[in-house]
């Protein structure tokens, strides 16, 4: 319980540069994010709630995690199902990955289960193993069988008459 809940000030030899994110310094927009980072060595296992952003440079095993973001680092393992906006996959995850927005696949990252998604940008080297689905805009409802069936039989009868 050596850490302090504040941030520490930058030391006086270290000069900011304005637009420049410091090495390990978290990247973020406007408001500050609820960020949980599961650190390398670390290992979880339940669930987790409120956590916007979710940082995996461990292993984390769950049921269910909803979440704004998550980042699976290289080394980082996650087991179970996640539904999120956007998603970065350095290293592995092995269960079941819905992302609602853009899901990335790094070099050295690992996807294996089942995965929906909008937007998928895979580099070269990442690999996926399982299911993948892309997720689309609300498309039609499709008439059932018989429907279908019907509609076809009254076409038949028009055209014969």
């Known amino acids: 319980m050596g850490r302090t809940p504040f941030p520490t000030p930058p030391s006086p030899g270290a000069a900011a540069r304005p637009g420049v994110t410091p090495p390990g310094a978290a990247r ?4 500050e994010r609820r960020t949980l980072v599961v650190g390398r060595g670390i290992s979880v296992q339940g669930s987790v709630q409120d956590a916007e ?6 292993t984390v095993e769950s049921s269910l995690i909803t979440a704004t973001e998550l980042e699976v ?3 980082g393992v996650f087991r179970g199902a996640v539904e999120v906006e956007d998603a970065e996959v350095a290293g592995t995850v092995d269960g079941t990955l ?3 927005g853009s899901l990335t696949i790094r070099a050295s990252g690992r996807l ?4 929906k ?3 998928l940008q895979v580099e070269e080297g990442g690999q996926i193993t ?5 997720i689309t805009e609300a498309a039609a ?4 069988f018989n429907e279908a069936a019907e509609s076809a039989e009254e076409k038949n009868e028009e055209a014969a008459s």
């Open 112 to 115: 294996i289960g089942k995965a």
């Open 117 to 119: 998604c909008r937007r």
């Open 28 to 31: 973020h927009n406007g408001p």
């Open 98 to 100: 819905t992302v609602n």
């Open 73 to 75: 680092a290289q080394g």
């Open 53 to 58: 952003r979710l940082v995996v440079e461990g």
């Open 141 to 144: 409802p499709r008439p059932s």
């Open 130 to 134: 399982g299911q993948l689905e892309m």
